[in-house]
């Protein structure tokens, strides 16, 4: 397959990332199945010192970075809380501009982490222009999720881990926002594993990428209203795009309310705690159910960052 992202760089991903967001649990959820009337498999990302998959491509992108030099980017949360932990190990000073609307819990880790966090505009795709012209002007370098190609390799070790598992699923729904978790996976399945089928989820509140694939062109939003932050994107990564083609089967977009709902279901049958981008591939089952009957689905659960105050009203409030 022809691809900017080759399967030598996926699997020499490996040994240059920190084992400890490697080799995440994954099985089926014998509660969850019951729900759906199938055979339902979790991965589980969140059980790591960031609580995020973001640490594989973090670890692999640090990996080309020499101590001392600072690097600049932008995140909602989770991916600069992985840059944060990885430069901190590293000694790499690191910026990260999210909005002045970010959670909360994410800015204090990545604070905690060692990073200088600038809160500026009113959401991630705001900040990150900001950012870019904060690196430019100072000449430093900028890192951006989904685009360098690092944070796809990492996403791909999922995609390789995914298949170590003894039952071949008949299709795996993935969260989708920049595109580089479904871009590191879609590439290691459409290679070693093509009859799955391959769904992108995503907020109703938040489509600009899955209405970008759908009509083949860019779409972008002047706003996004979800509580899905981590896959809030209104500006789509032209790359991400050329990246993805071919690579999903179907797209599905689910509403707060559907996550809200499958954010309780995980709390009660596996005792986690996600975040909402996190659950929209259980939200998008829920919204579909006789369309997964006696198959074999895979989701993973990507993050589990919460303020208190969340994890209040929307898992404990049931």
């Known amino acids: 397959m022809k691809h900017r992202l080759s399967m030598n760089k996926i699997r020499g991903a490996i040994p240059l990332i920190d084992p400890i967001f490697l080799n995440t649990p994954q099985f089926f959820s014998k509660g969850l199945s019951d729900v759906f009337n199938c055979k339902l498999m979790v991965k589980i990302e969140t059980l790591n010192p960031i609580k995020s998959f973001k640490g594989r491509g973090a670890e692999l992108l640090l990996a080309q970075i020499k101590e001392f030099n600072p690097v600049v980017c932008a995140s909602a ?94 299709t795996l729904l993935i969260p989708l926002g920049n595109g580089a978790l479904f871009s590191g996976i879609g590439r290691v399945f459409k290679e070693l594993s093509p009859q799955t089928e391959l769904i992108a989820v995503q907020s109703e509140g938040a489509p600009s990428m899955v209405e970008s694939i759908r009509s083949q062109k860019l779409i972008t939003y002047p706003s996004v209203n979800t509580i899905s932050d981590g896959i809030a994107i209104r500006l789509p990564v032209k790359q991400s795009l050329i990246d993805l083609e071919h690579f999903i089967d179907d797209a599905l977009l689910v509403s707060d309310n559907a996550t809200l709902k499958a954010m309780k279901l995980l709390h009660q049958h596996l005792g986690i705690v996600c975040e909402p981008s996190a659950a929209v591939g259980i939200a998008a089952m829920a919204d579909n159910k006789n369309r997964w009957r006696n198959k074999k689905i895979g989701t993973i659960i990507c993050g589990g960052n919460l303020t208190s105050d969340q994890f209040k009203n929307w898992i404990m409030d049931y």
């Open 77 to 170: 949360g989770n991916f600069g809380q992985a840059m944060a932990y990885a430069c901190q190990k590293k000694k790499v000073p690191l910026t990260v501009f999210a909005s002045k609307n970010a959670n909360i819990y994410k800015i204090k880790m990545m604070r905690s982490f060692g990073a200088v966090v600038k809160l500026m505009g009113e959401d991630f795709d705001e900040a990150k222009i900001i950012a870019k012209a904060f690196a430019n002007k100072q000449e430093i370098k900028f890192v951006e999720d989904s685009k360098d190609l690092e944070t796809l390799a990492g996403a791909g070790t999922i995609g390789l881990e995914l298949l170590k598992f003894p039952d071949a699923l008949d």
